[in-house]
């Protein structure tokens, strides 16, 4: 009984043709592992950087394709009290107060459930307190009965610095503060740590032993890890112990132009045109001007990577992951030739572009999944200058600016265009320079629309400026590069819940 | 002035062209990360699962392109004092046998300084008990007078249960006790522990040992303590002791059965099954079914050959674009006639360095080394699975649990229509190979009897362990002021070499036409006899299952 298998156009995955259920071969690069839902349980005081791994947290999760979705228990308690006066609210012998409290948590699980079952959800992170034990026996048994699994992310810090820096950055951005002189918010925000304080509960290593947890001490100095049950939960894990908090910037750029971008061809392994050297020279004098310390520079195995690189006069690694998408039979094609010869692959990779794989090639799917140990390493590294293509910058920016994955091929990577990162507070801050060497444009817009309505203002206006660079083909300044815009934020997740 | 840029021929790197160092930035898929040698040293009391943390972890990095080798102290030990008699020896108040053990421990990290200074390694397994602080004392010295990183690996473990099997497991029959019954053995293996037990100071992460970079490992991996991770590699080695277990289980891998590109000799592709192909996933649906395993997990690639020998098994299963054949790049879908006639000069340059070769536009050995890692960890979490696969993949897959160098990896045979069952005893890993009864074409090219070396011969991956690496290799234990001179003669370990080279695998000799579909475990077990008679019993590949 030989079952016929077909390819499904856009994935280009192997499927048989009757019946049996798709879910189970899902034929995404890595199998699924079919887990029952896990709730991410937050556990620790106020200002311990909770907030900060489960943004962190989702993000990585969403982008690696586990969807996940984070629920602020502050956020409902701020929606059910509208005027936030002080510390007395969190005061544990506030009776009314404690009910609003346990009504928000109960309506944030419940939101929990809703999210698992109708909206697909995976993994939803649980950001609270929890200090008691008694809250976190709820959670469990609420998570028992609906058959979740639920792994416990305790932060413990003492080091009072790391805290009153920790409410700097954060807390008085907080809509509770709003006209709050700094000195006072402060103080009723070291009032309200302590009304959490009588009644902390850390998690313990000997009743607590049948959890499954990690406690972080001291901003990721030290790790106890309790029993992890799974891929997901060991993924989390290995990520939690990568990410650090030192300050740093990260630089990304494409390669200088190439000769086949002058011919509109993609992929390929070609040199750099001389106006693709001329910018792999000014990229060395802007990075000078930087004055990074202990800068890495990454490039892909692609010629034009290194090339680039090497105008740069330091050492540089390469990387094999960094390598543009892989067009499969498209390679070294036009998109005219593409229309013509293969009208009907181009149709559909307009139709869903990072879900499409190109015949014998790859979709943005498959160039995330080979770009997740890039990710792991730069979030345990410092300065870096990544050089890498068209693509594989997408997908880089997209993690960092939390992109969903129908925007993440239309993002906007144009030629000689350095992208600095510097993460702040819960985001991540982004400065364009355009190095004021002319290029072709390679983007092609999504079909039908100028702009995606989702994407957000502020990277339309800074691209709007790039774009209207990119055409006005001399550009008048003097400077060696322009910054564009002044520093704009980007706030990672809108903190809506 | 920028640099012309050459593509090296056999990895397809760019690299510049002018420049005097030879390939400076030796191109693995990922970057090298510059770092110090870093000598991981074991903590803890015997029996604790250290020379197998050790071996497994050594194993796992010369794997992924780290230059690796174990120090095993007890070897030292016994290669210093012949004879052992009891747990005397290991008395805190025997003077003269401290003293023996104090040497050893030097000798063995005299050969770890050579090992990373001048033999190209990268990292040094210290295996030893290191249970007191002034011996970690002297290796912190150490590291830091040579500058090489020192991270702690500790593993506790308190469970009477779980120690009493690893003693039966791997200590009984270890050298020290060959001439004694079980029971005895056990008995002074146990008093040989409680020798240590007075003088254990566990590493303290709260005062003592606060600064120092380890992994706490507790209770066989039921909690872990990790402290100040400091680099890559060594958040590579936690991520990969937190994803191994010791649960008994069985990895099978196979190939799909044979496709019609196989049929014409062709490379890669993406074609289906020969009629043939398709019998073998009716004998491997059979096969599967007998073995009754309890939850196997059935994973392919998301090749359409792949998937068609899965779909026959008639259970669900996963697919990896990880697990897809190599690359062939420009040479896909051509026989290798067509490929030496279009690119005589590429055939040629395989055949001269078949590990690092990249074709055009496609993939190296090396390349899927990096791509099926994730593959790995994720089997090494997982229990009963069967991974149908490609040639190349399975030779990768293979090389990693039965410790192959790179150099013997893209020659492992890896049949059609033949099983490998793997299935995890003691230090190692046993093989049967299992061939059911299919008749398919040979796709199996033999290393070129005269095979050119290109002038740069890159660095190979040092998979050996002293036990197991040739005679040349072998640091002999140099302790030259002690009173007793060696008794017995060093029972030569190229014996054992000889045994476990490609061609004695038992997977060479499994029939693949005419034979029933039998187990070639007898194979396998007379072979471990053999290994055992060169008293090579602690041989990480194949070893007896008891």
Not at chain 1, 46 to 61: E, M, N, Q, V
Not at chain 1, 251 to 268: A, C, D, P, Q, T
Not at chain 2, 350 to 368: H, I, T, V
Request: glycine share 4%; aromatic share 10%; with cysteine.
């Amino acid at each position: 009984c030989q079952k016929k298998l077909t390819q499904t156009p856009l994935l280009k995955i192997w499927v048989p043709w009757m019946g049996c259920n798709l879910n189970r071969r899902r034929g995404s690069s890595v199998p699924q592992f079919c887990n029952s839902p896990t709730m991410i349980v937050m556990v620790g005081l106020p200002a311990r950087g909770k907030t900060y791994i489960s943004k962190k947290l989702t993000r990585y999760l969403n982008w690696i394709g586990v969807p996940t979705k984070m629920f602020n228990v502050g956020q409902y308690r701020r929606e059910a009290v509208k005027i936030y006066k002080n510390f007395e609210f969190f005061k544990t012998d506030n009776e009314e107060a404690m009910r609003i409290r346990k009504a928000c948590a109960s309506a944030a699980l419940k939101d929990v459930s809703a999210y698992f079952s109708k909206e697909q959800g995976q993994v939803a992170v649980f950001d609270a307190t929890n200090t008691t034990r008694e809250r976190r026996a709820v959670i469990n048994s609420f998570a028992k009965e609906k058959g979740y699994k639920v792994f416990f992310v305790e932060s413990i810090c003492d080091d009072p610095e790391i805290i009153a820096e920790n409410i700097k950055q954060v807390k008085f951005g907080s809509p509770d503060y709003v006209d709050r002189d700094i000195d006072d918010a402060m103080e009723d925000f070291v009032q309200r740590i302590e009304c959490y304080k009588a009644n902390y509960k850390s998690i313990d290593d000997e009743k607590d032993r049948k959890l499954s947890y990690i406690k972080i001490f001291d901003v990721g100095s030290r790790y106890l890890v309790n029993r992890v049950q799974d891929h997901i939960q060991s993924r989390i894990v290995y990520y939690l112990m990568n990410i650090h908090v030192t300050p740093r910037s990260i630089y990304l750029s494409r390669h200088g132009e190439s000769e086949l971008n002058l011919l509109g061809r993609i992929g390929g392994d070609s040199g750099l045109s001389p106006r693709g050297q001329k910018y792999a020279n000014a990229l060395a004098t802007f990075i000078k001007g930087q004055k990074i310390s202990d800068l890495k520079v990454w490039t892909s195995h692609m010629k034009r990577t290194i090339q680039t690189a090497e105008a740069l006069g330091v050492p540089y690694e390469q990387w094999k992951a960094l390598n543009e998408i892989d067009a499969g039979v498209c390679e070294e094609l036009t998109y005219e030739e593409i229309q013509e010869n293969l009208p009907e692959e181009f149709a559909l990779r307009d139709q869903d572009k990072y879900r499409y794989r190109y015949p014998k090639g790859e979709s943005y799917e498959d160039l995330v999944h080979r770009l997740e140990p890039v990710i792991m390493e730069l979030e345990r590294q410092e300065n870096v200058l990544v050089v890498c293509h068209q693509a594989v910058m997408r997908c880089l920016l997209a993690y960092f600016l939390d992109k969903p994955a129908d925007e993440l091929p239309y993002l906007r990577c144009p030629l000689h265009t350095v992208l600095k990162l510097t993460p702040i507070a819960y985001g991540c801050k982004v400065e364009p320079f355009f190095l004021n060497i002319e290029a072709v444009n390679t983007h092609r817009e999504r079909p039908g629309v100028s702009f995606h309505k989702h994407t957000s203002v502020i990277i339309d206006t800074y691209l709007c400026q790039l774009s209207a660079l990119e055409s006005n083909t001399v550009s008048r300044c003097v400077r060696p590069w322009i910054k564009l815009t002044p520093e704009y934020t980007f706030n990672i997740l809108p903190i809506t819940p | 002035m920028p640099r012309e840029l050459t593509q090296n021929r056999i990895q397809k790197i760019w690299i510049p062209t002018k420049d005097d160092k030879p390939a400076p930035r030796r191109a693995t898929g990922a970057p090298h990360f510059v770092n110090p040698p870093t000598v991981i040293v074991m903590v803890g009391l015997p029996a604790r699962g250290k020379t197998y943390m050790s071996k497994k972890l050594t194993r796992y990095l010369n794997w992924i392109g780290m230059p690796t080798k174990v120090f095993n102290v007890g070897e030292y030990r016994r290669e210093a004092v012949k004879n052992y008699s009891s747990y005397d020896f290991f008395k805190p108040d025997n003077e003269c046998a401290v003293k023996i053990r104090q040497q050893c421990a030097l000798a063995a990290l005299r050969d770890v300084k050579s090992y990373l200074k001048d033999e190209g390694g990268q990292v040094a397994v210290f295996d030893a008990t290191n249970t007191t602080r002034e011996r970690r004392e002297m290796i912190l010295k150490f590291g830091a007078e040579n500058s090489f990183k020192i991270f702690f690996i500790e593993s506790v473990c308190d469970d009477p249960s779980v120690i009493a099997s690893n003693i039966m497991e791997v200590k009984v029959s270890c050298p020290d006790y060959k001439d004694c019954n079980k029971t005895d053995a056990m008995l002074d293996f146990q008093r040989r522990i409680e020798c240590y037990k007075t003088s254990y100071q566990p590493l303290d992460p709260d005062q003592h040992d606060r600064d120092l970079s380890f992994i706490k490992v507790i209770d066989v991996g039921r909690r872990y303590l990790v402290n100040r991770i400091q680099d890559h590699i060594q958040s590579k080695i936690v991520y990969y002791l937190m994803n191994i277990h010791v649960q008994p289980r069985t990895i099978y891998l196979c190939r799909h059965g044979e496709s019609s590109d196989n049929l014409e000799g062709r490379l890669g592709g993406d074609a289906g099954l020969s009629a043939r192909g398709k019998q073998f996933s009716a004998a491997l649906a059979r096969f599967v079914e007998e073995q009754q395993l309890e939850d196997l997990k059935v994973w392919t690639s998301q090749l359409c050959r792949s998937i068609q020998t899965a779909e026959h098994l008639g259970v669900p299963y996963e697919q990896w674009k990880a697990l897809n054949e190599i690359d062939a790049g420009v040479c896909e879908e051509m026989t290798y006639d067509e490929v030496k006639e279009k690119f005589p000069d590429e055939f040629a340059l395989r055949d001269e360095d078949k590990f690092y070769y990249r074709y055009p536009a496609g993939e190296s050995y090396q390349d899927l080394v990096q791509r099926v890692e994730p593959v790995i960890m994720e089997l090494e979490r997982q229990e009963n699975v069967l991974v149908v696969c490609h040639q190349a993949v399975m030779r990768c897959l293979l090389a990693y649990f039965l410790d192959k160098s790179a150099d013997e990896m893209p020659y492992l045979k890896c049949p059609l229509h033949t099983v490998l069952k793997l299935t995890p005893v003691a230090y190692g890993c046993k093989v049967e190979s299992i061939s059911l009864n299919v008749e398919a074409v040979n796709t199996h090219r033999e290393r070129p009897e005269e095979v050119k070396r290109g002038p740069g011969t890159l660095i190979r991956r040092n998979s050996v362990t002293p036990l197991t690496s040739p005679e040349s290799n072998i640091k002999k234990p140099r302790i030259d002021d002690l009173d007793e001179p060696p008794i017995q003669e060093v029972p030569p370990s190229v014996a054992s070499l000889a045994l476990c080279s490609p061609s004695h695998l038992p997977l060479a000799l499994a029939g693949q036409t005419n034979h029933p579909p039998i187990s070639e475990s007898d194979f396998t077990l007379s072979l471990s006899k053999n290994l055992r008679r060169s008293s090579s019993g602690r041989h990480d590949v194949l070893q007896l299952c008891q």
